[in-house]
Nanobody, 124 residues
């Protein structure tokens, strides 16, 4: 099992930037793909971005493509989400998770070991 802890959330004005971090503990971190999801009250978690175990392959939701960048540093056991040109609709709790099962990168059911989440609030 991998333990995950997100950080870096906060309040930002539209058009600004934030960088989220997801620190992992557990020696097998570097063998797993990772994903970022977000959730607003009353809604299901929605896929944001995913990265392969090596960092060579990335996938993004259409809503964030060209604005967000996912990356990882396996030496530091950390995954990042760089958020640029943020919009009010990016407001959500952001979660990172380990991709435990094969299948769609965007399917939340293919992920586990969820972190506790970090709040991002974008004001207009």
């Amino acid at each position: 099992q991998v333990q995950l802890a997100e950080s870096g959330g906060g309040s930002v004005q539209a058009g600004g930037s934030l960088r989220l971090s997801c620190a992992a503990s557990g020696r097998t971190f570097r063998t797993y793909g990772m994903g970022w999801f977000r959730q607003t009250p009353g809604k299901d978690r929605v896929f944001v971005a995913a990265i392969s175990w090596s960092g060579e392959s990335t996938t993004y939701a259409d809503s964030v493509k060209g604005r967000f960048t996912i990356s990882r540093d396996n030496a530091k056991n950390t995954v990042y989400l760089q958020m640029n040109s943020v919009k009010p609709e990016d407001t959500a709790v952001y979660y990172c998770a380990v991709r435990l099962y094969s299948g769609s990168y965007s399917g939340a059911t293919n992920y586990g070991d969820w972190g506790q989440g970090t709040q991002v609030t974008v004001s207009s």
